[in-house]
């Protein structure tokens, strides 16, 4: 029997409803989400981000397997894999590699734009545009003309342009380094990062405006990432940037204020393959937040035809 698109996405907001890093008060956001259809965004095929026993992460194919190809999809804990080893891995079965794009979890997204708090007609900068889900949401709230999305890598910020046409959504995505912003478009009432990163950079501190907020996902040594929020000054001084507060959210409750200028935290122990990598703009990042330890939907079953594009996992360029 066919999975309903609309009532696994009423499901999905039903649940984070309920969860305490959900839609909270946001009703602007939970009002998107139902709004922007995800699958839309979604590749056909794409890898659950856990491994299988035999150390692959399954190919959910969705010609094959329409249900469990939706029901993933409008899974609230976990992201899908939409590209491994910056494309050398082709999404044609089971395979293992590093994850360097994918569609976050709608639990993650939903917890960054709730702390992002954008309002209609503020201009917005995404860094880490992805397949355009995120980039979609934050138009409907922010209104056309408001939003700019960078990525790094040429082919996916191509499908992103293609995806968000589609839906009548208009903001620039541009192909480029993210680590340099995009400084013609600005200042930014809000500057977001959805890759995880080490370090903040200096132009995304300049190019916020004066009581604008920028967040993104610190990678930290703990095992986990460092949401966290800053507040641009109202006061600016004479060639630089300062900052009113820091502050930090979701697993960050013991982290330490950002200093001014930027941030270079330390550095983390090796990463195991496959949950980070470095990007081409310089810093490293993941695209989701660690992916939770279950199976994928059952919906059909799997085909467990061996796979033809196995590779070791590639060490992260630097």
């Known amino acids: 029997m ?3 698109a609309a009532a696994l996405r009423r499901r999905c907001a039903e649940e984070m409803d309920a969860a305490p890093r959900g839609f909270g008060n946001a009703a602007w956001l939970r009002d998107a989400f139902l709004t922007v259809p995800r699958e839309h965004f979604a590749p056909a095929r794409v890898w659950w981000p856990s491994p299988r026993e035999d150390g692959l992460h399954s190919l959910i194919d969705q010609a094959e397997r329409p249900n469990a190809w939706l029901e993933a999809v409008y899974s609230t804990g976990a992201p899908l894999i939409t590209q491994m080893d910056d494309g050398r891995v082709q999404p044609t079965g089971p395979a293992k590699g ?20 954008p309002r209609p007609g503020e201009r917005v900068l995404e860094l880490g545009t992805g397949t355009g889900y995120t980039t979609a949401l934050l138009a409907t709230r922010t209104g056309p003309g408001t939003a700019v999305s960078i ?30 912003g ?4 600005g200042p930014y009432d809000r500057i977001v990062a959805i890759a995880s990163v080490r370090r903040i950079p200096r132009a995304w501190l300049e190019q916020l405006r004066p009581g604008g907020v920028l967040l993104a996902p610190l990678d930290s040594p703990f095992g986990c990432d460092l949401l966290v929020r ?5 006061a600016q001084p004479p060639g630089g940037t300062s900052w009113r507060r820091s502050s930090s959210c979701a697993s960050a409750a013991r982290a330490r204020p950002v200093p001014t200028r930027s941030w270079d935290g330390p550095r ?12 081409r703009q310089g810093f490293v990042a993941s695209r989701s937040l660690t992916p939770p330890r279950r199976d994928p939907p059952r919906g059909e079953p799997e085909r467990r035809a061996p796979p033809h594009n196995v590779q070791a996992p590639v060490r992260p360029r630097r």
């Open 182 to 185: 995009h400084q013609a478009a």
């Open 151 to 180: 990525e790094v890598d040429p082919a996916i910020a191509a499908q992103a342009r293609r995806n968000l046409d589609g839906l009548g959504l208009d903001p620039l995505v541009i192909t480029g380094d993210g680590e340099q």
């Open 230 to 234: 800053l507040t641009g000054a109202a």
């Open 98 to 117: 590093y994850f360097s794009s994918s569609i976050s979890s709608s639990g993650v997204i939903i917890e960054l734009l709730r702390h992002l708090a």
């Open 268 to 279: 983390p122990p090796a990463l195991s393959a496959g949950r980070s990598f470095r990007s």
């Open 2 to 4: 066919p999975v309903d």
